[in-house]
T-cell receptor, first 118, second 113 residues
């Protein structure tokens, strides 16, 4: 069975500090996809990134970067120079690539509530 | 282009009642999925529909049902509501392909009293 663990329930940092959100996953599949979503107070889940299991390259998008390490089953997310607008709940998610569902059946972690203090 | 739209935004029901939630996917998307998000938890998969056929079902009782219409919009129905059904119900649309991400709506906040 698939499982995603986000051990950090809540994190608070002062604006402009860097912050890393941890994600550890479990799956028996050799092919799978990992995702990060942001959920602001409005409730909508905003897609941030998708990574397939064969691509272990780290990715950077502006102030956001992701570190995928298959050896430790981790897919961590770092925000550099945090801003108040980054305050939200962040979810890591996993999907099986070979299932009948395509990318539609996601297994989510319990989320990390990030608060950026001005 | 409009994103995923869900209605209603909020809903209050009494135990034992029935509820219908609605979702319109992004134009061109043929897949709709439903997720339940209990307060403080991550979303849990309920259903996926693609081209009007059910492609998957999560670990939810038969009180939960859904359907997809020819225009790819979808309804989620829940019968015999329980207090534990109180949650944010999220709809997501996608293209049903591995290389396309899901796009979520703002959700329907259901409160069962």
């Amino acid at each position: 069975a698939q499982k995603v663990t986000q051990a950090q329930t809540e994190i608070s940092v002062v604006e402009k500090e860097d912050v890393t959100l941890d994600c550890v996953y479990e799956t028996r599949d050799t092919t799978y996809y990992l995702f990060w979503y942001k959920q602001p107070p409005s409730g909508e889940l905003v897609f941030l990134i998708r990574r397939n299991s064969f691509d272990e390259q780290n990715e950077i998008s502006g102030r956001y970067s992701w570190n995928f390490q298959k050896s430790t089953s981790s897919f961590n997310f770092t925000i550099t120079a945090s801003q108040v607008v980054d305050s939200a709940v962040y979810f890591c998610a996993l999907s099986e690539a070979e299932s009948n569902f395509g990318n539609e059946k996601l297994t989510f972690g319990t989320g990390t509530r990030l608060t950026i203090i001005p | 282009d409009a994103g995923v739209t869900q209605s209603p935004t909020h809903l209050i029901k009494t135990r034992g009642q029935h509820v219908t939630l609605r979702c319109s996917p992004i134009s061109g998307h043929k897949s709709v999925s439903w997720y339940q998000q209990v307060l403080g938890q991550g979303p849990q998969f309920i259903f996926q529909y693609y081209e009007k056929e059910e492609r998957g079902r999560g670990n939810f009782p038969d009180r939960f049902s859904a359907r997809q219409f020819p225009n790819y919009s979808s309804e989620l129905n829940v019968n015999a509501l329980l207090l534990g059904d109180s949650a944010l119900y999220l709809c997501a649309s996608g293209q049903g392909r591995h290389n396309s991400p899901l796009h979520f709506g703002n959700g329907t906040r259901l409160t069962v009293t």
